[in-house]
C-alpha cells in the first residue's frame, strides 16, 4: 500500500500530466466525439459507472466506439464484437477512445497508472489481501493492461470469453496489480506510461 507522502507525489503527477494532456488533445477529443456521434448515431461520449478507489463507483469516460446490437448484452468485448463501429476499431487501435479519461484523471477518480477500472461484480468483489487492489485510484494504463493489450483478440480465440477472462485472465490481472501496489514507484509508473505511448 502507498504511503501518504507517495500517495501525494502520484496525485501531483496526475494533475500537472492530466492539465498539459487536455491542452493538447482537447481537439481530438471534440472531433473523435462528432466522428462517434455521426457514427453511432447517439451521443459520442461513452460513461459507464466503474469500480474506483476503495471500491467507490464512479462514471469513466470514453469516447463511444459500439453500437448497441439486439440481443447482445454483455460486457466483455472480442476483437470480432459486431457491435463495434468502424470508427470505432480505429479508435480502439489508437487509443483515441481513452483520451477522455484525461477528465477522470483531473478530477481524481482516476490516476494515469493503475489497475483498470472494471464494472460491478470484479473488484468490488475481492476480499482479504487482494483487497490491495482497491487502495489506489484506477488507471488508463499499468503492468496488468499493457501484459493484456491484445486481450480482445485472446478472448475472440477462446469458445467462452466470459468464461475465459473470469477463470484466466481476471485472476492473472489481479496478481500483478497486487505486485504493482506493493512495489509502487513514479519512475514506474513513468516506464508505464511509455511503453504504453510507444505500443
Known amino acids: 500500500m502507498l504511503s501518504r507522502t507517495q500517495e501525494i507525489q502520484k496525485r501531483l503527477f496526475d494533475i500537472v500530466f492530466s492539465l498539459l494532456g487536455l491542452a493538447v488533445t482537447w481537439w481530438l477529443i471534440l472531433l473523435a466525439w462528432g466522428i462517434a456521434t455521426l457514427d453511432t448515431k447517439s451521443n459520442g461520449l461513452f460513461m459507464q459507472k466503474r469500480i474506483g478507489k476503495e471500491g467507490k463507483p464512479f462514471l469513466v469516460f470514453k469516447i463511444k466506439t459500439m453500437k448497441k446490437v439486439k440481443g447482445m448484452e454483455t460486457t466483455v468485448t472480442t476483437s470480432q464484437d459486431r457491435r463495434i463501429t468502424k470508427s470505432g476499431l480505429f479508435f480502439r487501435k489508437t487509443k483515441i477512445d481513452e483520451l477522455p479519461q484525461l477528465l477522470n484523471v483531473l478530477s481524481g477518480t482516476m490516476s494515469f497508472v493503475g489497475p483498470r477500472p472494471d464494472v460491478p461484480g470484479f473488484a468490488d468483489m475481492l476480499e482479504g489481501e487482494e483487497r490491495i487492489v ?51 514507484s513514479l519512475k514506474n509508473d513513468i516506464k508505464y506510461i511509455i511503453q504504453t505511448i510507444m505500443g
Not at 499499468?142 to 493484456?148: D, E, M, N, V
Request: charged share 30%.
Open 134 to 184: 482497491l487502495s489506489v485510484r484506477p488507471g488508463i494504463t499499468g503492468p496488468a493492461s499493457l501484459k493484456y493489450r491484445n486481450e480482445e483478440e485472446v478472448l475472440a480465440q477462446v469458445p467462452d470469453p466470459e468464461r475465459y477472462n473470469k477463470e484466466v485472465i481476471w485472476p492473472d490481472k489481479v496478481a500483478i496489480n497486487k505486485a504493482y501496489i506493493e512495489t509502487w
